[in-house]
């Protein structure tokens, strides 16, 4: 059930594993939050996988797909364009603190309309964007490089080499290279690690341990998926679940 105000609306849904909000768009802005599971929000063949630390900004107006990557609470933050004093142009990642959780929490009860303002006010201030911490997946736009890109989605232990992923996708190892890096803007070694470090978000969430996770998506070694896991989020797993937010 929604709860409207004049600047905020809230909006909780259990969804189960694999459950999915088509692609759709609203005149709200929208912070997309998981206060448990894990979620996947779609833009624009643009991937980001959210634990329950990180929430997701979308502008109004930007169509946006939401699935839930295992059994998951979709918490909906709805914020008016005309009421909001913030407002990010872009999909943008937010880290939710203890006190911004604690806050959706409240707002989500019956509150006295200067209690409701006065709330609402403190959450837009203690939002905060982070990029080291964020597993971004632009998909590719040109088939060819998609089709691989698709391969490796579908099995993040796939380890065959450029050479051969092109020869299946009917290109060249260089027009491979080329095409993720204009399109995707990460090299394909670094769009192969994120989409494994990516697969590796719902199974650390549902309390997997490091050891069981690493060959499930690509890697040799328990250590060499925990560095992988830093160099891109800055954090180990454990620190990417626990430990993000700190306000």
Sequence with gaps: MAIQTAAIGLARFDMMRGERF??????EHQLVWAPAGVLMVDVD?????????????IPGGVRHATIALRTSVMQGIYLDPDNCPVAWRDPTVM??????????????????DDHRLHAETVLLEVL???????IELPLPVDERARDVARL????PT?????????????????TLLRLFLTETGLTFTQWRAH?????????????????????QVGYATASAFVAAFRRVTGH????????LPTL
């Design 22 to 27: 088509e692609h759709h768009a609203h005149r």
């Design 45 to 57: 063949d643009r991937y980001w996988v959210l634990p329950p630390a990180l929430a997701l900004w």
């Design 95 to 112: 880290a939710v603190s203890p006190l911004a959780r604690n806050l959706i929490e409240y707002l989500a009860g019956t509150l006295a």
């Design 128 to 134: 905060r964007p982070v990029v080291k911490a964020t």
């Design 152 to 155: 490796l989605l579908s099995d």
């Design 158 to 174: 796939d380890h065959r080499s450029l050479d051969e992923l092109a020869r299946v996708a009917r290109s060249s190892p260089r």
């Design 195 to 215: 989409a494994r470090l990516q697969a590796s978000i719902a199974l650390l969430a549902e309390g997997q341990p490091v050891a069981r996770v690493a060959p």
């Design 236 to 243: 180990t797993p454990a620190a990417y679940f626990s430990r």
